[in-house]
């Protein structure tokens, strides 16, 4: 589950999906990762494109 802001201001509790949704996910070969593995590179991921867009906008404002 994750908590999400809505439109009207609201905290609300969304499905992330079920840990079946992600096996078999993020495989190398026959390696297979466990999930808590993949959900940490996906927030990984998500963090570094949410500091990009805060640079890019940083960016603007310093011209």
């Known amino acids: 589950m994750k908590f999400v ?3 009207a ?3 609300v509790v969304r499905p992330v999906g079920s840990m079946r949704e992600f ?8 390696e297979e990762r466990p999930a ?3 959900l ?3 927030r990984e991921r998500e963090t570094r494109r949410s500091e990009a867009v805060v ?3 940083d960016d603007e404002d310093a011209e």
């Open 36 to 38: 808590t593995a993949v």
């Open 40 to 42: 940490r590179d996906e």
């Open 5 to 7: 802001e809505n439109e």
């Open 9 to 11: 201001g609201e905290i």
């Open 55 to 57: 640079e890019t906008f």
């Open 23 to 30: 096996r078999g996910l993020e495989r190398d070969g026959e």
